[in-house]
């Protein structure tokens, strides 16, 4: 499974950005999908998610109300749509696929997920 995310870049707080990951080889179709970032100094953390059949989301207390997680299956292609963004949300973000097929629960850890995008920079000028 290879996953290339895209869509990052320099952008005033306020505005925003959508972020997009495509998946190559496995069953995209079967996996939850997470957003995570990571800014200098901090580590990994959890963003947003979104269960394997679209039936479910779930967000990080930062991004409720700005950020919404999307996918097309059919595209095999998982997207976030960042909104009202701040400089704090200034990081490197992944895109990230889960361990195990047909999740029940949507995790939030960094370890529930194998597969990991290159990562795209989004930084947020104040």
């Known amino acids: 499974v290879q996953l290339q995310a895209s869509g990052g870049g320099l952008v005033q707080a306020g505005g925003s950005l959508r972020l997009s990951c495509t998946a190559s080889?496995?069953?995209?179709?079967?996996?939850?999908m997470g957003w995570f970032r990571q800014a200098p100094g901090k580590e990994r953390e959890f963003v947003a998610a979104?269960?394997?059949?679209?039936?479910?989301?779930v967000y990080a207390d930062s991004a409720k109300g700005r950020f919404t997680v999307s996918r097309d299956n059919a595209k095999k292609t998982v997207g976030l749509q960042m909104n009202s963004l701040k400089s704090e949300d200034t990081a490197v973000y992944y895109c990230?696929?889960?361990?195990?097929?047909?999740?029940?629960?949507?995790?939030?850890?960094?370890?529930?997920?194998?597969?990991w995008g290159q990562g795209t920079q989004v930084t947020v000028s104040s």
């Open positions: 990230a696929q889960d361990r195990n097929p047909w999740s029940f629960v949507v995790s939030t850890r960094v370890g529930s997920y194998a597969y």
């Open positions: 080889g496995g069953t995209f179709s079967s996996y939850t």
């Open positions: 979104i269960k394997w059949n679209g039936d479910g989301t």
